[in-house]
């Protein structure tokens, strides 16, 4: 069975860092892209960035380039996004995701639970 | 960038039929998908590849897409469908999101 298990809640304050994960199992890691999805409160969904975690092949939405840093450690299977300095419009659920089809980026077909970031200060 | 506009809204009576749209600038060349996310739950996959459904979405979900409209309806609708609803698609490897809506079912 097809998982993507995130990390948990976070709570933070303005101008400090986070990371956040996203673990795959129950099939190839390498073989799909990971991306990540923001949902603001009470908003839609906003496509952040995707990866590939075999190559570490990574896009960014232009809406988010320079803002956050996906990464991904192949080795244990897990995915991340991570911030250098929180603001409060950073406040969201943070969705990873993967596609249906291996290779593709079209179709996203398996989702994690979220990861609730609030940043107050 | 390329976007993808969907009405905010749409109502259907319990049993009837609801058709939802996603227009985008020859949307037809492309792939749609959409997702079904009801409140406090992560989004699911009802429709990709513009008419196929993912194993164990119901058959009442199709989906077509022609021109620069995709179209999501949902036969015999049912007070479980009520939800929000995004269309995607996929452009200049880039991933677009609809701004979504709410279908409620009345």
């Known amino acids: 069975e097809v998982q993507l298990v995130q990390s948990g809640a976070e709570v933070k304050k303005p101008g400090e860092s986070l990371k956040i994960s996203c673990k795959g199992s129950g099939y190839s890691f390498t073989g799909y892209w990971i991306g990540w999805v923001r949902q603001m409160p009470g908003k839609g969904l906003e496509w952040m960035g995707i990866i590939y975690p075999a190559d570490s092949d990574t896009r960014y939405s232009p809406s988010f380039q320079g803002q956050v840093t996906i990464s991904a450690d192949k080795s244990i299977s897990t995915a991340y996004l991570q911030w250098s300095s929180l603001q409060a419009s950073d406040t969201a659920m943070y969705y990873c995701?993967?596609?249906?089809?291996?290779?593709?980026?079209?179709?996203?077909?398996?989702w994690g639970q979220g990861t609730l970031v609030t940043v107050s200060s | 960038s390329y976007e993808l506009t969907q009405p905010p809204s749409v109502s259907v009576s319990p049993g009837q039929t609801a058709s939802i749209t996603c227009s985008g600038d020859?949307?037809?060349?492309?792939?749609a998908c959409w997702y079904q996310q009801k409140p406090g739950q992560s989004p699911v996959l009802v429709i990709y590849?513009?008419?196929k459904r993912p194993s164990g979405i119901p058959e009442r979900f199709s989906g077509s897409n022609s021109g620069n409209t995709a179209t999501l309806t949902i036969s015999g609708t049912q007070a479980m469908d009520e939800a929000d609803y995004y269309c995607q698609a996929w452009d200049s490897s880039t991933v677009v999101f609809g701004g979504g809506t709410k279908l409620t079912v009345l």
């Open positions: 995701a993967r596609p249906l089809v291996s290779g593709t980026a079209i179709s996203w077909g398996y």
């Open positions: 590849q513009n008419s």
């Open positions: 020859k949307l037809g060349e492309k792939y």
